[in-house]
């Protein structure tokens, strides 16, 4: 049983488009992160997401904390190549961080 | 990846043989957690350590398998007579604080283990 379950699972754009991932849980989550992880490198942490309907923005990349804490979304403006990778999202529950299974991003030039 | 030092990058064994693997987590982090990840895989929890103490280990099979995290030196994860089954990337992470709403945990570039 996957406590966060992350859609898709695969997504293939061109540069340019817009794209939303979501991460979704039937448990509440006290916060969730969000990674994004590059082959061969380790997951690097991008943003924080403590209260329910929180939005956060990092530059082209919008996050939000659903108002019941059991779900977040990430949606990301005017992709580019750059954003290719794995996203992840993470949260604590109990003694463990319970990770997604993943988006895996790619960007096509 | 914010200072979380995982050596080796790359680690090869022959079947039977003993895998060490190290982390030294971020200055000022005492909590270390340990995953592992499989090809096209999330990834899984093993072990949750703080300096000296094993505070979770549900994760982590109950042969072969151990882990510490001395009070001084880095966190090592430990694999006996190890199996193709246990090729796989193992990350480490670390976290200024324990299991609290607004704990960050901040990875390692991971030990990718290969048995042959």
């Known amino acids: 049983t996957q406590l966060l379950e992350q859609s898709p699972q695969f997504l293939s754009i061109q540069e340019g488009e817009n794209l939303t991932v979501y991460c979704n849980s039937s448990s509440v989550f006290s916060s969730l992160q969000w990674y994004r992880q590059e082959p061969g490198e380790g997951p690097v942490l991008l943003v924080t997401v403590v209260t329910g309907g929180e939005v956060k923005k990092l530059k082209r990349l919008t996050f939000q904390f659903g108002d019941a804490r059991k779900d977040s979304s990430l949606h990301i403006t005017a992709a580019q190549p750059g954003d290719t990778g794995l996203y992840l999202c993470a949260g604590p529950q109990g003694n463990q961080f319970y990770f997604g299974t993943g988006t895996s991003l790619t960007v096509i030039p | 990846n914010a200072g979380v030092m995982q050596n080796p990058r790359h680690l090869v064994r022959r079947r039977g043989q003993e895998a060490r693997l190290r982390c030294s987590p971020m200055?000022?982090?005492?909590?270390v957690y340990w995953y592992r990840q499989l090809p096209e895989e999330g990834l899984k929890f093993m072990v949750y350590?703080?300096?000296?103490?094993?505070?979770?280990e549900s994760g982590m099979p109950k042969e072969r398998f151990s882990a510490e995290f001395p009070k001084e030196g880095p966190s090592i994860l430990r694999i006996q007579q190890v199996v193709r089954g246990d090729s796989a990337a193992y990350f480490c992470?670390?976290?200024?604080?324990?299991?609290?709403?607004?704990?960050?945990?901040?990875f390692g570039q991971g030990t990718r283990l290969t048995v042959v």
């Open positions: 350590l703080q300096k000296e103490n094993i505070i979770d």
């Open positions: 992470a670390s976290s200024q604080q324990g299991r609290r709403v607004n704990t960050e945990a901040f």
């Open positions: 200055k000022g982090h005492s909590h």
